[in-house]
């Protein structure tokens, strides 16, 4: 049976988790893929399962989000990315939601595997609504990382999960954590935010708290230290960043 919503996601050199990302939602009757210039075997896989394959040279996540969203046929969407693949509980909640036809999204637990291995389940989840109509969903275009869809309607919490292969080796999450932090501290700078020093002492910490005890990452053992304490220097990372911003600025004048 065909599920009648479109699946819409952004890839760049993605052929290592592509195919079984596409696998999980190939009876969805429409597959949106924008490419920002693979190099890899990333659009030979997704030819494999008929998407309708688009080129967009990269505009920053949001708004390479939004244009592929704004090529879905269908009012029901869903969005992946090519390191990630849909759960069967998740699967039955969406063809449920559409049946129903009562709500306008689900906001979905990420299941975030790290060094290969699931979280705990006892564990605390991030959650994002990846499931929505398109009449009542969009970006904040002024987002250059952490993009999110913002739906104007009923959001339900949904229990079947995505699961998320992107960070599968310590050297992946460095490099992302290097990169996001970038976009995130200039994001902060277009924004007139400046650096608190007490923020800067307290934040990686803080941030270690909130990861290894408040949501429970300790119960993932030695991976879990690991993993909170990549997520606290990423949270350090983004002030010390913007101070480099502003004191850049000032050595301009």
């Not at 949001?62 to 069967?88: F, I, P, R, T």
């Not at 009542?136 to 999110?148: F, M, N, R, T």
């Not at 913007?242 to 600025?249: F, G, I, N, T």
Request: glycine share 6%; with cysteine.
């Amino acid at each position: 049976m065909t599920i009648a919503a479109s699946v819409y996601l952004i890839t760049k050199n993605c052929e290592a988790t592509l195919a079984d990302t596409l696998a999980s939602v190939a009876d969805f009757a429409e597959i949106v893929l924008v490419d920002s210039g693979s190099s890899d075997n990333t659009l030979a896989i997704a030819r494999q399962f008929n998407c309708r394959i688009y080129h967009q040279d990269w505009l920053g996540f949001a708004k390479q989000k939004q244009l592929a969203l704004s090529y879905c046929q269908y009012d029901w969407v869903l969005n992946l990315d090519g390191d990630e693949e849909l759960s069967s509980e998740l699967k039955h909640e969406i063809e449920h939601c559409i049946s129903l036809n009562q709500v306008d999204g689900l906001d979905t637990p990420i299941d975030d595997y790290f060094l290969n291995c699931p979280p705990s389940r006892a564990g605390k989840f991030n959650s994002k609504i990846r499931f929505f109509r398109k009449s009542a969903g969009g970006y904040d275009l002024e987002k250059q990382v952490h993009e999110s869809i913002t739906v104007q309607g009923t959001v339900l919490k949904a229990r079947g999960k995505i699961r998320h292969y992107g960070e599968n080796t310590i050297y992946i999450k460095v490099q992302k954590t290097n990169d996001y932090s970038q976009l995130r501290a200039q994001e902060k700078a277009q924004r007139g935010k400046r650096v608190n020093l007490l923020k800067l002492i307290m934040i990686m910490p803080l941030e270690f708290i909130k990861s290894y005890i408040l949501r429970r990452a300790f119960l993932n053992g030695t991976r879990g230290f690991i993993n909170s304490m990549v997520n606290a220097f990423y949270a350090f990372l983004k002030e010390a960043k913007l101070y480099e911003y502003q004191l850049k600025q000032k050595q301009s004048k």
